[in-house]
């Protein structure tokens, strides 16, 4: 069973950027495809990127398509997200997620290992 943890979130002005950075431990890393999901207040936790097993694949939001890079590196067991032209209404906790399947799942229901989440707020 794989835990993680994120780091990395904080308070920034809009229009800078953030890396979100979680670590995985207890599991083979590979073995799992890796997501970003973001939870603002009085809204439902929400898919922002994924990444499949070896990196090779990709998906994102459109809410964030062309700010948001999410990558991995498989030999330090962590998956990033880089945030640019952050907008207030990117302001949520940011969530990392694990799931063994092949494709990219977007539904929180399909990830089964959760971290604990990371603030992140962006000001006006």
């Known amino acids: 069973q794989v835990q993680l943890g994120e780091s990395g979130g904080g308070l920034v002005q809009a229009g800078g950027s953030l890396r979100l950075s979680c670590a995985a431990s207890?599991?083979?890393?590979?073995?799992?495809?890796m997501g970003w999901f973001r939870q603002a207040p009085g809204k439902e936790r929400e898919f922002v990127a994924g990444?499949?097993?070896?990196?090779?694949?990709?998906r994102y939001a459109d809410a964030v398509k062309g700010r948001a890079t999410i990558s991995r590196d498989n030999a330090k067991d962590t998956v990033a997200l880089q945030m640019n032209s952050l907008k207030p209404e990117d302001t949520a906790v940011y969530y990392c997620?694990?799931?063994?399947?092949?494709?990219?799942?977007?539904?929180?229901?399909?990830?089964?290992?959760w971290g604990q989440g990371t603030q992140v707020t962006v000001s006006s």
């Open positions: 207890g599991g083979t890393f590979n073995n799992y495809v």
């Open positions: 990444i499949s097993r070896l990196g090779g694949s990709t």
């Open positions: 997620a694990a799931d063994r399947r092949f494709t990219i799942p977007t539904a929180s229901g399909d990830y089964d290992y």
